[in-house]
């Protein structure tokens, strides 16, 4: 009868809370920060620490199947829904009809010591559905519970915007609003998202580039009294369920690739907005033996910059290109907040005052500081892949090994086996199949990439698509009549 108490004192003081990486936001839960990710104070919500996981805990995870791996990982960091209802969601999220097999997150072996986790065999072809399919199983079974509706609004440029439609389409409570440039995407792109019938998928393609569709989701966004009316939502790449959920390739891959738990493994990850290779820094902090997580940028090389010199420089527009690698065509890294936050210490004053330099002078300098001399600590090595490396990759791993990569995964192959060290096996995370960049597959290759079964004729499909001029009213109207 002594138990009890400690134990007792153990749960409460193991409660999970989500703080912001500004400080001004009072502790929130799991479920509270779900439909969200932007904090109340303009910071990025994180957890207040991240659990540590033991030589036993790591042994009793390597055995288990995809959903059951989620399910333990992503409930460290989940208070508020019963462990049961949690690995009934992943179980539901993570079928083999969905992604291909039931190993979900597949490593192929190229040669000993270099593998590719294939995390992009999901409905859209892209490593984002492995986040999204959770995501969609995680909102339906809160607005249940909770007796709400949402109305989802976002904007894309291609691979988020239908990860997110594939995710939510035909849920009860939940409607998508999609902005897309009208004209930018890649046809294979666009035909995935608008041939789309769902009565509750509602595309938007706006006569403009992708920063007016994103200045318009700003605007609707920004307007309290629509927001609120109109229960508008956003499961953008800051959405706090979306990086948890990517966390879990990479335990999947360790365990795929290693034998036993005293191996190290290094990873490369093609990045945009440093959402998928910051659930890399999650799982490390976690205690899972990465040595490296090698970022790729391309020739909007944001974070090489950063990485290299400490000095992070948000580009305009008008600076950012448009490369054969698109979803990293970023001008600022939308997550990076977060890893700052670890960086400086956890300490929300300086994060505060960086983001404070981002607004007055487009960036800010660590180099010199204490901060920046700790940053070894990390793994974070970086690089920068242009269009010529990208299609010598592409290239060299079709000679090589017979297997056709994407732009995007060829970036992350080019920077990791440039810094690769030969005692330490490299996982490059696929990220996309080649079938979505068709252009750049025959530049490289003289002939087009393979379509997957089920994908054949998708660019003659019915397409269902609202034209609209870059107006925040004229959207706001849209809206409004359908979510009554
Ligand atoms: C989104 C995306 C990326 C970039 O991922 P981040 O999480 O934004 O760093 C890379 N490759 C593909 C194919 C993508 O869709």
Not at 74 to 97: H, M, S
Not at 364 to 386: C, D, E, H, K, M
Request: glycine residues 8%.
């Amino acid at each position: 009868m002594s138990a009890p108490a400690p134990k007792a004192a153990a749960a409460a003081s193991a409660a999970l809370r989500y703080v912001s990486t500004r400080g001004r936001m009072p502790g929130a839960r799991f479920c509270d920060v779900l439909l969200g990710g932007l904090a109340s104070d303009g910071g990025l919500v994180v957890p207040q620490g991240y659990p540590r996981l033991g030589a036993a805990e790591l042994a009793a995870l390597r055995p288990l199947a995809y959903p059951e791996l989620a399910s333990a990982i992503i409930g460290r960091f989940v208070d508020d829904i019963p462990p049961g209802d949690l690995t009934a969601l992943a179980r539901r999220a993570y079928r083999a009809e969905t992604f291909g097999s039931a190993e979900i997150t597949p490593l192929q072996t190229l040669e000993p010591g270099l593998h590719l986790l294939k995390l992009s065999n999901g409905p859209t072809l892209a490593f984002k559905d492995v986040a999204m399919q959770l995501l969609g199983e995680l909102f339906e079974y809160v607005l249940r519970r909770e007796g709400r509706t949402l109305n989802i609004l976002g904007a894309t440029s291609g691979d988020t915007g239908s990860a997110a439609e594939y995710a939510m389409r035909g849920r009860q409570g939940i409607r998508v609003f999609m902005l897309s440039p009208h004209g930018k995407m890649s046809p294979f792109q666009r035909a995935q998202m608008y041939s789309l019938q769902d009565a509750n998928i509602f595309n938007v393609a706006i006569r403009g580039v992708f920063d007016d569709c994103q200045d318009i989701v700003k605007a609707v966004s920004g307007d309290a009294a629509f927001k609120s009316a109109h229960r508008i939502g956003a499961v953008n790449s800051i959405n706090w369920a979306r990086v948890v959920a990517q966390v879990v390739y990479y335990f999947k891959g360790y365990f795929a690739a290693t034998r036993s738990n005293d191996e190290q493994v290094s990873f490369a990850v093609p990045s945009g907005n440093f959402g998928n290779i910051f659930a890399g820094h999650i799982a490390r902090m976690m205690g899972l033996p990465i040595r490296h997580l090698f970022l790729a940028s391309n020739e909007n090389d944001v974070l090489d910059e950063f990485f290299r010199t400490g000095r992070y420089r948000v580009r305009s527009g008008r600076e950012t290109a448009q490369t054969s690698s698109p979803s990293m065509d970023i001008s600022k890294a939308s997550n990076f907040e977060r890893f700052v936050f670890d960086l400086v210490e956890r300490d929300p004053t300086m994060v505060a005052r960086l983001w404070r330099e981002v607004e007055d002078a487009g960036g800010f300098n660590l180099a010199g500081t204490p901060y920046w001399r700790g940053i070894a600590q990390y793994g974070l090595v970086s690089g920068r892949s242009t269009h010529a490396d990208r299609l010598a990759a592409i290239r060299r791993i079709n000679k090589d090994y017979g297997v056709i990569i994407d732009p995007h995964t060829a970036d992350g192959v080019n920077v990791g086996l440039q810094h690769r060290e030969s005692t330490v096996p490299l996982i490059c995370l696929e990220t996309a199949l080649p079938a979505k960049f068709a252009e750049t597959i025959r530049e490289a290759l003289g002939h087009d990439p393979a379509v997957p079964p089920g994908y054949e004729g998708l660019e003659s499909r019915l397409q269902r698509v609202a034209v609209m001029d870059p107006d925040v009213e004229a959207v706001k109207a849209f809206i409004a009549s359908r979510t009554k």
